[in-house]
């Protein structure tokens, strides 16, 4: 007998998925969570508490990571983030960094299953097609439309991925007048705007309340339930069902094989500190890419000495981000009539508008056809500390204070509304963006802490640079002015994926396609790690997807019937 | 550093409190200290008037700021993080 069939460990996209289908198709599951156990009446649009007091994560003096950046002159040197600020965590809590999101919800669009067979490889990058097909994962897009929850209105456009069902199960969230502006400048330049899906209620569902529409949405704790974390979405409900017990406050420190090789059990560290052990059927590991490979490089044993289901040596590699670039402009009162100031100055904090005509970029002045990114269109975040901090800290030469910084400030919020652009790009998978052990750091308990060496390839800045002038440009003709256009390279720390990627071959990949250890067949990873590839979309709904599509899998391990299966 | 001629920093006319303040961001200590200030003062100001500054919201209706909701409960020391 053991403590449970299925011992999942983390507790966000990856985790919640998992342990709500098992659970509810009749399988003891226990969720294994390093964080508190927030619930809605936790969550305040409190900017000091919830923003600038680490609520959600964990202190760097405690807890680092050591990230290794190459300088110009191409040596590479490693510092802790308790020492740089660079903070790598997200939401660390039940529910994870779920919890946190704006819910821009895509998916990915069928080519992202194939980009070295469509777009060819890239000298310097490590492209490879998925193992499965969009095919594959779309049941699951559309179960997590009903089960997360995601908002939205399909309408024709040339770039509508295929869609088993003809509409959103729920209708749209409000959307501020500016998106009939950008509605009304897509033709004017040839693109194509359309509605932004979120995994936002706008209706109550399954216990959760609708949308209230207060904004300081992206970065804060839902209070009514309406965002599609795994806690409100999945977990809440598989508590409910008796079978799943969430251990909130607990950190994996290894898992633990038997004689066969094969996983038998997970040592944690509970609330006080003291190790415990549970013994499970199945390991499920979803801690997030950086600390999945930390937890299977952390139990390395004599059978798998370069870390767990890590013989091949691929644990680790191919860290992906999302290739981020962004537009900014301002839209200010002065340029419009009265009524378009009032439709400015509208309260609805969602635009809900994305443009997808650069996913594929087909553009002789750019090269080759290639792979592009999606776009979409979000007011600069209301939080006034982070503005204001803004203005006394980024001019180069001296911080700004006094009646210079009131006016700044004022002349801000008071003039204009200004509107960014947020772009995501594939980011290339090379070998220089890892996860390692780091050799001398080690976190509170005493364990080495990852490693992460970090770069960027030269084509992805190129691609951000192209999106973000076009960008620019789309801004310019829903009426903006002042647009400022940056292809950054820096990485988008709270959309990390790869270091475990499924593929068919054993040695080149860690998990098969149904993502289980080529090396433990009851070892799955569930979260972003199994990406080989990120896409050009946020990677939310594409981890609960096929978080969903594994527990199938594992199901169908364990000897039941899958969830999709029987609930057709 | 506070001081100047003999005379306190409050006592000093505004052209010589920005001189010396401007001439102690210009030390490293300096530079440290008042990015620290700065920043916590930027927190009282426009921060949530449950942790005592921005009294009765004073500062975000002078700003035309629109805050969210739910607003946090009152902070007592117990709850101080």
Same mark, same amino acid.
């Given at each position: 007998?053991?403590?449970?069939?299925?011992?999942?460990?983390?507790?966000?996209?990856?985790?919640?998925?998992?342990?709500?289908?098992?659970?509810?198709?009749?399988?003891?599951?226990?969720?294994?969570?390093?964080?508190?156990?927030?619930?809605?009446?936790?969550?305040?649009?409190?900017?000091?508490?919830?923003?600038?007091?680490?609520?959600?994560?964990?202190?760097?003096?405690?807890?680092?990571?050591?990230?290794?950046?190459?300088?110009?002159?191409?040596?590479?040197?490693?510092?802790?983030?308790?020492?740089?600020?660079?903070?790598?965590?997200?939401?660390?809590?039940?529910?994870?960094?779920?919890?946190?999101?704006?819910?821009?919800?895509?998916?990915?669009?069928?080519?992202?299953?194939?980009?070295?067979?469509?777009?060819?490889?890239? $000298?310097?990058?490590?492209?490879?097609?998925?193992?499965?097909?969009?095919?594959?994962?779309?049941?699951?897009?559309?179960? #997590?439309?009903?089960?997360?929850?995601?908002?939205?209105?399909?309408?024709?456009?040339?770039?509508?991925?295929?869609?088993?069902?003809?509409?959103?199960?729920?209708?749209?969230?409000?959307?501020?007048?500016?998106?009939?502006?950008?509605?009304?400048?897509?033709?004017?330049?040839?693109?194509?705007?359309?509605?932004?899906?979120?995994?936002?209620?706008?209706?109550?569902?399954?216990?959760?309340?609708?949308?209230?529409?207060?904004?300081?949405?992206?970065?804060?704790?839902?209070?009514?339930?309406?965002?599609?974390?795994?806690?409100?979405?999945?977990?809440?409900?598989?508590?409910?069902?008796?079978?799943?017990?969430?251990?909130?406050?607990?950190?994996?420190?290894?898992?633990?094989?038997? *004689?066969?090789?094969?996983?038998?059990?997970?040592?944690?560290?509970?609330?006080?500190?003291?190790?415990?052990?549970?013994?499970?059927?199945?390991?499920?590991?979803?801690?997030?890419?950086?600390?999945?490979?930390?937890?299977?490089?952390?139990?390395?044993?004599?059978?798998?000495?370069?870390?767990?289901?890590?013989?091949?040596?691929?644990?680790?590699?191919?860290?992906?981000?999302?290739?981020?670039?962004?537009?900014?402009?301002?839209?200010?009162?002065?340029?419009?009539?009265?009524?378009?100031?009032?439709?400015?100055?509208?309260?609805?904090?969602?635009?809900?508008?994305? #443009?997808?005509?650069?996913?594929?970029?087909?553009?002789?002045?750019?090269?080759?056809?290639?792979?592009?990114?999606?776009?979409?269109?979000?007011?600069?975040? *209301?939080?006034?500390?982070?503005?204001?901090?803004?203005?006394?800290?980024?001019?180069?030469?001296?911080?700004?204070? @006094?009646?210079?910084?009131?006016?700044?400030?004022?002349?801000?919020?008071? $003039?204009?509304?200004?509107?960014?652009?947020?772009?995501? @790009?594939?980011?290339?998978?090379?070998?220089?963006?890892?996860?390692?052990?780091?050799?001398?750091?080690?976190?509170?308990?005493?364990?080495?802490?990852?490693?992460?060496?970090?770069?960027?390839?030269?084509?992805?800045?190129?691609?951000?640079?192209?999106?973000?002038?076009?960008?620019?440009?789309?801004?310019?003709?829903?009426?903006?002015?002042?647009?400022?256009?940056?292809?950054?390279?820096?990485?988008?720390?709270?959309?990390?994926?790869?270091?475990?990627?499924?593929?068919?071959? *054993?040695?080149?990949?860690?998990?098969?396609?149904?993502?289980?250890?080529?090396?433990?067949?009851?070892?799955?990873?569930?979260?972003?790690?199994?990406?080989?590839?990120?896409?050009?979309?946020?990677?939310?709904?594409?981890?609960?997807?096929?978080?969903?599509?594994?527990?199938?899998?594992?199901?169908?391990?364990?000897?039941?019937?899958?969830?999709?299966?029987?609930?057709? | 550093?506070?001081?100047?001629? /003999?005379?306190?920093?409050?006592?000093?006319?505004?052209?010589?409190?920005?001189?010396?303040?401007?001439?102690?961001?210009?030390?490293?200590?300096?530079?440290?200290?008042?990015?620290?200030?700065?920043? &916590?003062?930027?927190?009282?100001?426009?921060?949530?008037?449950? &942790?005592?500054? /921005?009294?009765?919201?004073?500062?975000?209706?002078?700003?035309?700021?629109?805050?969210?909701?739910?607003?946090?409960?009152?902070?007592?020391?117990?709850?101080?993080?």
């Amino acid at each position: 007998m053991t403590d449970c069939d299925v011992c999942v460990i983390g507790s966000g996209a990856g985790g919640g998925p998992v342990a709500f289908s098992l659970s509810n198709a009749g399988y003891s599951v226990i969720v294994l969570e390093k964080g508190p156990w927030f619930t809605e009446k936790d969550f305040f649009k409190d900017e000091i508490g919830e923003c600038r007091r680490h609520k959600f994560t964990p202190n760097l003096r405690d807890e680092p990571h050591v990230v290794e950046e190459q300088d110009d002159d191409g040596t590479w040197s490693a510092q802790s983030t308790y020492k740089s600020g660079w903070d790598f965590w997200n939401g660390v809590m039940v529910g994870g960094a779920s919890n946190l999101m704006s819910g821009f919800f895509l998916r990915m669009k069928p080519t992202d299953f194939a980009l070295k067979s469509t777009f060819g490889p890239i $000298d310097g990058a490590d492209i490879v097609d998925w193992p499965i097909t969009y095919d594959d994962l779309e049941p699951y897009y559309a179960l #997590v439309e009903r089960e997360v929850g995601v908002s939205g209105r399909v309408i024709q456009h040339p770039y509508q991925e295929p869609r088993s069902t003809p509409d959103f199960p729920f209708p749209p969230t409000a959307e501020h007048p500016l998106a009939t502006w950008i509605d009304r400048a897509g033709p004017k330049i040839g693109v194509h705007p359309f509605p932004l899906p979120r995994a936002v209620l706008s209706r109550p569902a399954n216990g959760r309340g609708s949308c209230s529409y207060s904004g300081y949405c992206g970065g804060y704790g839902c209070a009514t339930g309406a965002k599609g974390n795994a806690r409100a979405a999945l977990l809440d409900r598989a508590v409910k069902n008796g079978r799943c017990e969430v251990r909130a406050e607990c950190m994996a420190r290894r898992i633990i094989t038997g *004689p066969d090789g094969r996983a038998r059990e997970v040592e944690y560290h509970d609330k006080d500190g003291k190790v415990q052990r549970i013994s499970a059927k199945i390991v499920v590991v979803a801690c997030q890419p950086i600390e999945t490979s930390r937890l299977l490089f952390l139990s390395a044993n004599e059978k798998f000495p370069n870390g767990l289901a890590n013989n091949s040596g691929n644990v680790g590699r191919f860290l992906l981000f999302s290739a981020a670039a962004s537009a900014e402009g301002a839209f200010s009162y002065k340029k419009f009539s009265e009524s378009q100031v009032r439709e400015l100055q509208s309260p609805q904090p969602f635009i809900n508008r994305t #443009v997808h005509d650069w996913y594929t970029i087909d553009d002789r002045t750019f090269g080759p056809r290639s792979k592009g990114g999606s776009m979409d269109f979000i007011f600069i975040h *209301p939080n006034p500390i982070s503005l204001a901090r803004f203005f006394a800290f980024s001019n180069d030469r001296r911080m700004v204070w @006094g009646s210079r910084l009131k006016n700044d400030l004022k002349h801000y919020i008071n $003039d204009a509304r200004h509107v960014i652009v947020e772009i995501f @790009g594939d980011w290339l998978p090379t070998d220089d963006c890892r996860v390692t052990l780091d050799p001398e750091v080690k976190d509170k308990w005493g364990l080495p802490v990852a490693r992460v060496r970090m770069n960027s390839h030269p084509w992805q800045k190129k691609v951000a640079r192209y999106l973000a002038d076009r960008a620019a440009e789309v801004l310019e003709a829903a009426g903006s002015d002042d647009v400022i256009s940056e292809g950054s390279a820096s990485p988008s720390t709270n959309l990390p994926a790869g270091t475990c990627r499924f593929g068919k071959d *054993p040695t080149t990949s860690v998990l098969d396609p149904d993502c289980r250890a080529h090396e433990v067949d009851n070892l799955f990873v569930t979260d972003g790690s199994f990406m080989p590839t990120g896409g050009s979309v946020p990677y939310t709904w594409t981890i609960y997807a096929n978080s969903f599509r594994v527990a199938d899998k594992i199901i169908r391990q364990l000897g039941g019937r899958e969830t999709l299966v029987a609930g057709a | 550093v506070k001081e100047r001629g /003999n005379k306190e920093f409050v006592a000093l006319s505004e052209r010589e409190r920005e001189r010396v303040l401007r001439d102690f961001e210009d030390t490293h200590e300096g530079d440290l200290w008042l990015t620290l200030v700065l920043g &916590y003062t930027l927190e009282a100001y426009v921060g949530d008037p449950s &942790y005592g500054g /921005n009294p009765d919201e004073v500062v975000w209706r002078w700003l035309g700021h629109r805050p969210g909701f739910p607003r946090p409960p009152k902070q007592t020391e117990a709850t101080r993080r």
